[in-house]
Structures are given as structure tokens and as C-alpha cells.
T-cell receptor, first 114, second 111 residues
Framework: DTAVSQTPKYLVTQMGNDKSIKCEQN?????MYWYKQDSKKFLKIMFSYNNKELIINETVPNRFSPKSPDKAHLNLHINSLELGDSAVYFC?????????????FGPGTRLLVL | DAKTTQPNSMESNEEEPVHLPCNHS???????IHWYRQLPSQGPEYVIH???SNVNNRMASLAIAEDRKSSTLILHRATLRDAAVYYCILKSQGGSEKLVFGKGTKLTVNP
């Protein structure tokens, strides 16, 4: 009964390939997020969706395309992978409204681009 | 987004209290103080939040200075499982929903 799940957990691929990471939440939340944690351990927001609509896009290259088929899913597709895309990608969800608007994070997807 | 300043690292012994400080001198009146932590190889998890008054929950306590320019996360009895990076984050009510993570404080708990 994992609240926020991500697949795959590990992803090793070659430069130039296209790959997708999937995220699902069973918390009934309206908002979902993608964060990237680089090799220096900095965690940074990439995208946020509310009820399948994009609300935050933090100047991420357009090789990254999030897709939300329904409010329980937010997938991340990455085209033409580059070495610098190697990182851990975390999905999160929250129920906006009154504070604290707690965000619940998934376990992460460790992407290594060779 | 308002910024926070935390020590890079702290150490504690098991079963002793730990006080993790955070400075946020540019905090605005609508900013809530949130704490998250990230255990090794896991995603961040919510710990506690507050606005003006001190707060307690089953995980920790949050002490907020009267002028709100600083706060302290208190773990009453550290366990090995509390070893993690602790992030102090300011988040406005009604503002952007994103969390802006700083470098955090890496807490080491010695047995």
C-alpha cells in the first residue's frame, strides 16, 4: 500500500536514448510534482501538475516532457538523454489547501546516462 | 522564495537530544516554517511545520523564535534511524506550492 510509487527504481541507459519514468499516488491528492536531485545532492523542483494541468515548469529543457493521464499519475518522458541528466528523480504529491500542504515523496528513480 | 541557513553537519549520540538550528532572517509574515528530512537512499519526508507558536508531534518539536527569524528542530532522543539530512524550508500560504530545498544539515547519530 505504498503511497507514492515510482518505476523503475534504477535506469541505466546510453546517451541519446529516450526513456520514461512513471509515478503513481494512491492518496487521492490533486497535485503531483517531479524533483531532480543531482550528484551534489541538491533537490530542485522540475514540474508540478494540478488535476492534470501543468502549473509549475522550472525552466527545464524541453527534452523533458511530463504527462498526466489522470490525477493519480504523473509520468516523465526524457528525449535524447545527456550525461548531465544523470540524477535521482523524485515524484511527490500533495493536497493543496490549508497548511501544511505536506508533500509525500516517492522512493526515487536513479538514472545513469552512459 | 525566502532563504534559510543551516549548518552543513551535526553529530549526536544515540538517545541524546538534538537541536538543529535554522536561520531565516528574511521570513515574511505569511511564511510557514517546514522541516523535511531525507534518510539515506530515500525520498524526503515531512517532519513538522509551524507559523509562530512552538509545535510538537510524534516525531519532533519545533521551537520558533519570537521574532520568527530563526527556529530549532528538536529530536528529543536521537536514534540511529534519525541519521538523515534535515531541511528547513519556508513556504508561503497561498504562494507557489513548490518546496525550495537548501543544502540542509546532515545529522550523524553515533551509537
Amino acid at each position: 500500500d505504498t503511497a507514492v510509487s515510482q518505476t523503475p527504481k534504477y535506469l541505466v541507459t546510453q546517451m541519446g536514448n529516450d526513456k520514461s519514468i512513471k509515478c503513481e499516488q494512491n492518496l487521492g491528492h490533486d497535485t503531483m510534482y517531479w524533483y531532480k536531485q543531482d550528484s551534489k545532492k541538491f533537490l530542485k523542483i522540475m514540474f508540478s501538475y494540478n488535476n492534470k494541468e501543468l502549473i509549475i515548469n522550472e525552466t527545464v529543457p524541453n527534452r523533458f516532457s511530463p504527462k498526466s493521464p489522470d490525477k493519480a499519475h504523473l509520468n516523465l518522458h526524457i528525449n535524447s538523454l545527456e550525461l548531465g541528466d544523470s540524477a535521482v528523480y523524485f515524484c511527490a504529491s500533495s493536497l493543496p489547501g490549508l497548511p501544511p500542504e505536506t508533500q509525500y515523496f516517492g522512493p526515487g528513480t536513479r538514472l545513469l546516462v552512459l | 522564495d525566502a532563504k534559510t541557513t543551516q549548518p552543513n553537519s551535526m553529530e549526536s549520540n544515540e538517545e541524546e537530544p538534538v537541536h538543529l538550528p535554522c536561520n531565516h532572517s528574511t521570513i515574511s509574515g505569511t511564511d510557514y516554517i517546514h522541516w523535511y528530512r531525507q534518510l539515506p537512499s530515500q525520498g524526503p519526508e515531512y517532519v513538522i511545520h509551524g507559523l509562530t507558536s512552538n509545535v510538537n508531534n510524534r516525531m519532533a518539536s519545533l521551537a520558533i523564535a519570537e521574532d520568527r527569524k530563526s527556529s530549532t528542530l528538536i529530536l528529543h532522543r536521537a536514534t540511529l534511524r534519525d541519521a538523515a539530512v534535515y531541511y528547513c524550508i519556508l513556504k508561503s500560504q497561498g504562494g507557489s506550492e513548490k518546496l525550495v530545498f537548501g543544502k540542509g544539515t546532515k545529522l550523524t547519530v553515533n551509537p
